[in-house]
């Protein structure tokens, strides 16, 4: 059993930065490959990014490359978002998922954090 928290969501103005945490209870964390998706209201939950369990490949959605670093951190249990040059479409709840293997279905979900940047 793997446990989710999401932190580190708040407000920003266009053009700053953020940096979302996602920990990880349990001694397994680095055999799930992790992704965020960010859900916008009145949408459907999109995919963000996702990186694999040993941190070298990572993958992310054409509207957010360039912009975020998905980024884990294996001896802290913990998968990073860097959010640069945040736009007000990037306003979004955002959740973390693991997975088996990058791919495959999604097993624990967080609870999300809110993001919200202003115009």
């Known amino acids: 059993q793997v446990q989710l928290v999401e932190s580190g969501g708040g407000l920003v103005q266009a053009g700053g930065s953020l940096r979302l945490s996602c920990a990880a209870s349990?001694?397994?964390?680095?055999?799930?490959?992790m992704d965020w998706f960010r859900q916008a209201p009145g949408k459907e939950r999109e995919f963000v990014a996702a990186i694999g369990w040993r941190g070298s490949s990572t993958y992310y959605a054409d509207s957010v490359k360039g912009r975020f670093t998905i980024s884990r951190d294996n001896a802290k249990n913990t998968v990073y978002l860097q959010m640069n040059s945040l736009k007000p479409e990037d306003t979004a709840v955002y959740y973390c998922a693991a997975q088996r293997q990058i791919g495959t279905a999604y097993i624990y979900w967080g609870q999300g954090t809110q993001v919200t940047v202003s115009s």
């Open positions: 349990g001694r397994t964390f680095s055999n799930y490959a």
